[in-house]
């Protein structure tokens, strides 16, 4: 078969390789769609802490299953399934309380097991084991299906911010992980929702899309005072950063109403991870500042549900679609932002 290998940083190889064969506890997949993130660009330049090469990457995984193992019970030959990426333990303390997404020995498909840039994939005893293969809705394809594993991560962040009715809500970043945190508050009641970014083509692409009630170009606005304009000067119910910008968590915390509620969700970069902060606004306006790290493994059935009961479509995200040997082009499209989804058909 034909996959999409990692070795080392810069070296990410298109190559043959043997059709892997199934365990007696396992799942064998034919891969339908393997999705795109910034992730995955990450990867392919500078490799990551938890991923041991040679490895075949990809995560957002969606497709069919051809061969059940002897010990696998609840699966047949047929079945539509999209994968989880985090893989909790199931049995640490963080697990054992319901904190799954914060597993203290979490592992992650195409990091420790083989991913979906293949067009065969291992589902391995450790995603069964935590109930991390689901199955996918009739009424929904494998390309909106393999898009649940980051929208997963979207329900939990704003499951931990109390996302609701009446909530003004602003998200900074205009990427595909943007686009689904406004069609999920919307989804959750928020009644109003504005979109930040510096750039404007990606801004107009994103607002043409999920259409937010108001649109700032950080480079041409003062994003904090217009947001207090916006609101009558109280500020954000729930401010959300989906990017990796320093300034963006300083001025969530500046825009954030009393008792706002914020979203750490786009992690900095590790030799830059500190922002400042007027320790004074998170005093006097009771704001709440959460972290959010990836999902569960029940967040990602209810992203098929969310995308099944069309509360939040995805299809339309999906702009781009490319097959297996064009997977480098597919990361270069991702890195340009000259997309706001792109998926890989194997």
């Known amino acids: ?24 506890d396992e799942v064998k997949m034919r891969v339908r769609n393997c999705s795109t993130c910034g992730t995955d660009v990450k990867i ?13 990457i990809g995560h957002e995984i969606a497709g069919e299953v051809v061969e059940v193992g002897a010990d696998v019970d609840g699966w047949s030959v047929g079945d539509r399934a999209q994968v989880i990426a985090a893989v909790p333990c199931g049995e640490c303390y963080e697990c054992r309380r319901g904190w799954m997404a914060v597993c203290a020995n979490q592992t992650s498909v195409g990091y420790q097991y083989d991913g979906g840039f293949a067009e065969y994939l291992i589902v391995p005893r450790q995603v069964l084991k935590v109930d991390g293969l689901n199955r996918i809705p009739d009424n929904i394809g494998f390309d909106e299906a393999s898009v649940a594993e980051p929208f997963a991560c ?77 609101t009558d000067g109280r500020g954000a119910d729930v401010v959300i950063t989906a990017t990796a910008a ?27 991870p500190f922002i400042q902060l007027d320790s004074n606004l998170v005093h006097y306006r009771e704001l709440m500042i959460m972290g959010a790290n990836g999902s569960a493994p029940a ?32 990361f270069d499209i991702v890195a340009k932002g000259e997309a706001i989804k792109v998926t890989v058909e194997p």
Do not use: W
């Open 299 to 330: 967040h990602n059935k209810r992203a098929l549900e969310y995308i099944s009961s069309g509360q939040v479509p995805v299809k339309d995200l999906i702009s781009v679609r490319l097959p297996l040997e064009r997977a480098l082009e597919a």
């Open 246 to 272: 320093n300034v963006a968590q300083e001025q969530a915390v500046r825009m954030a109403a009393r008792r706002g509620r914020i979203s750490f969700f786009g992690g900095l970069p590790k030799t830059n």
């Open 44 to 56: 392919l330049h500078n490799g990551h802490q938890n991923l041991s090469p040679p490895r075949i």
């Open 154 to 230: 979207a329900i939990n962040a704003q499951e931990l911010v109390h996302v609701g009715d009446g909530d003004t809500v602003v998200v900074f970043g205009a990427g595909p992980i943007g686009c689904l945190h406004i069609r999920l508050a919307r989804a959750n009641g928020a009644s109003r929702v504005f979109l930040i970014d510096v750039l404007a083509d990606r801004l107009a692409m994103s607002a043409d899309a999920v259409k937010p009630d108001e649109v700032l170009n950080g480079r041409e606005v003062d994003v904090v005072e217009r947001v207090m304009e916006l």
């Open 1 to 24: 078969m034909k996959v999409l290998r990692f070795y080392a940083p810069e070296d990410v190889r298109y190559e043959d390789a043997p059709e892997p064969a199934c365990g007696r």
